[in-house]
């Protein structure tokens, strides 16, 4: 079969898979273990969706790593947490505009890949850049002439982006083609069961992702009424006829920050990046545990609740603590009140 | 000596960022220092300063410190948010002014390395990549460089070119085709410096208390051009460090 990166900038063949896919109104929820298991495939090519850290699909990755995927082709803008499973086999390489988690540092399974060259780096990005090849897959050109990328190191010898001359003026550009991944994960606030997703904050490439990928699961913290989605149809970002599964996952985000809900799980994030994968050998530990030992994501958080030595809705009532008297705002008529109860009861019921 | 103001190097930086900025620029903030310097000058001498943060919001009026360019209080009460590649697009536009930036490395043209240490093939550190810091450097009208000063962080030439300073002197950014203005202040925690005119090369415009140019020279992996006017930094005041302790960062993410 051919390589990911065969297909990541092939037109016509984005064109094709989406021709075939339904645009009928049809329900697509199923369990995330079945999602995972059915739309992505080893060798596929993976791009980050939300902000990686901040409304990334975490619990699906987790899961991901559960299923021991392999091969996969990372798609990093940024890239987060989620670049820990080349050390299992999971990622062959990546295409990087960045990979860290800003000012806590590098992440080191990352780091050791390159470094080792266990872990390709196929092509090197500007956030910009690598936005404007998603958004151009969206917007239907071949291609967008960009003023990023010139004169530095990233424009010499790159495999996809070339150094042009515009027409009309004659001054340099950077050509930038639309890139098509394979799948996209999403996770939002709010989804009906056909697909239509909704979120608050940030659709950071979103929009763009959602159009371009060839797959699409979305993820959510509730699935709502499809009258509700069509009440308040302005935060929609996902269009049903994109997407091919969708699964209720309160807490999907977590230990990313959910805009409104929860925030970065800060404590579990600092031990992860500072200790708990600073060697090889610790990662394996800490994958084997938490991870392949479990068997969902609310056992996760539970694992995480007992390391902090609290109980589990205590937990999560904590990271949700300063998500809503301080992060929130305009958060409009929805997603307060009652939505967070109803949350608790769900990770309780998940969780015990 | 009791009414002496005592202050940590990363605070001195965190206040002569915020001094750099002015009352009404748009300001496109980097992770890191930059987040406290900008959040500093708002909180202080320039509440009109528009900020723009390439998660997409624009304009917050942040209660704490955010942890990431798009941490949710990097949107409290934003009253827009785009998407990225929009917020780039409005940069390329003209609507930012100052791009305020980190990276492991920066040198005498005022390029920034953000992606590997020792040779790109076989890196000696893998650093994160560029991030948005490329399109900042590409079309920003100013941009100002957060650092550590230290030889190899100064070096002659940055190992890579992630984000582009004058690139190899005059005439050079215009030559590649950029738009932006180019490095206008590197901060680090020895002293400021800015860029000749005509050489585009690196110079030094204020040592911080304690150290002169003579010591930073020794920091630095270049001949490093001295300001006439160079003099001391001005010491960050009890009004500055008061409102950085107690409003920026008061749980010291940053700035400690």
Redesign the interface.
């Known amino acids: 079969m051919a390589h990911a990166n065969d297909r990541l900038f092939d037109h016509q063949l984005a064109r094709e898979t989406k021709l075939k896919k339904t645009r009928a109104l049809v329900d697509k929820r199923m369990p995330l273990k079945d999602a995972i298991a059915q739309y992505v495939d080893d060798g596929d090519s993976l791009v980050e969706t939300g902000f990686a850290y901040a409304r990334g699909p975490m619990g699906a990755y987790w899961e991901i790593g559960r299923q021991k995927k392999k091969d996969l082709v990372g798609i990093f803008t940024p890239g987060g947490l989620n670049n820990l499973w080349h050390e299992f086999g999971g990622v062959e390489g990546a295409h990087v505009a960045y990979v860290g988690v800003e000012m806590r540092g590098l992440i080191a399974p990352f780091r050791r890949g390159v470094e080792a060259g266990t872990l390709k780096v196929f092509s090197e990005w500007s956030h910009g850049a690598l936005a404007l090849s998603l958004r151009a897959a969206e917007q239907g050109v071949n291609y967008v002439a960009s003023k990023s990328m010139l004169g530095s190191d990233i424009m010499k010898d790159h495999p996809y982006v070339k150094l042009g001359e515009d027409p009309w003026t004659g001054e340099p550009v950077c050509l930038i083609p639309a890139m098509y991944p394979d799948v996209a994960i999403f996770h939002v606030h709010h989804a009906d069961m056909y697909g239509n997703g909704r979120i608050w904050g940030l659709s950071v490439n979103d929009t763009a992702i959602v159009a371009a990928a060839h797959k699409v699961i979305v993820t959510c913290e509730r699935i709502v009424d499809t009258l509700d989605i069509r009440a308040n149809a302005s935060n929609v970002i996902i269009p049903w006829y994109c997407v091919d599964a969708v699964c209720e996952l309160p807490y999907g985000a977590w230990p990313g920050d959910m805009p409104g809900m929860y925030y970065f799980d800060r404590p579990l994030q600092e031990r992860v990046v500072r200790v708990d994968w600073k060697t090889r050998e610790s990662t394996k530990e800490w994958v084997e545990t938490n991870v392949y030992g479990t068997k969902n994501l609310y056992e996760m958080i539970q694992l995480a609740a007992e390391e902090e030595g609290m109980n589990v809705l205590d937990y999560v009532k904590s990271l949700e603590q300063f998500a809503c008297s301080a992060a929130y705002f305009g958060l409009g008529v929805w997603g307060t009140g009652g939505e967070r109860d109803w949350k608790y009861e769900e990770v309780a019921k998940r969780a015990i | 000596m009791s009414d002496e103001v005592q202050y940590t190097p990363r605070e001195l930086l965190a206040v002569i960022a915020s001094r750099l900025i002015r009352n009404e620029d748009s300001v496109f903030v980097g ?2 220092l930059p987040l406290v310097g900008a959040l500093l000058a708002h909180k202080t001498h320039a509440p009109q300063m528009m900020a723009i943060y ?4 624009i304009g917050p009026e942040p ?2 410190l955010p ?7 990097t ?3 934003a009253p827009i ?1 785009l ?3 929009s917020v ?1 697009g409005h940069t ?1 536009c003209g609507y930012a002014d100052v791009g305020f930036l980190g990276g492991a490395q920066v040198d005498m043209y005022g390029n920034m390395n953000a ?1 590997t240490i020792g040779p ?1 093939d ?14 900042m450097a ?2 920003c009208q100013r941009i100002i460089f957060l650092g550590l000063h230290l030889a190899e962080r100064f070096p002659e030439r940055v190992d ?5 300073g004058f ?1 190899d002197g005059p005439g ?2 215009e030559k ?4 932006g203005g180019g490095p206008w202040r590197v901060i680090s925690h020895l002293g400021l410096m800015g860029f000749d005119e005509e050489t585009c090369r690196m110079k030094l415009l204020s040592y911080h208390p304690g150290v002169n140019p003579e010591i930073i020279q020794q920091f630095t992996g270049f001949e490093l051009l001295i300001d006439k006017d160079v003099h001391e930094t001005e010491k960050p005041t009890a009004e500055e460090l008061h409102v950085l302790r107690d409003l920026v960062d008061p749980n010291q ?2 700035v400690f």
Do not use: C, H, Q
């Not at chain 2, 942890?67 to 209080?73: E, H, K, R």
């Open positions: 992770t890191g390439e998660g997409g919001s209660t704490a942890w990431s360019v798009a941490d949710p209080l949107f409290y009460k948010i998407s990225m590649s780039f390329r992606t790109y076989k890196p000696t550190v893998r650093l994160t990549g560029s991030g948005g810091a490329n399109d590409s079309l890579y070119i992630t984000s582009p690139l050079a950014r590649a085709g950029l738009i993410l940053f």
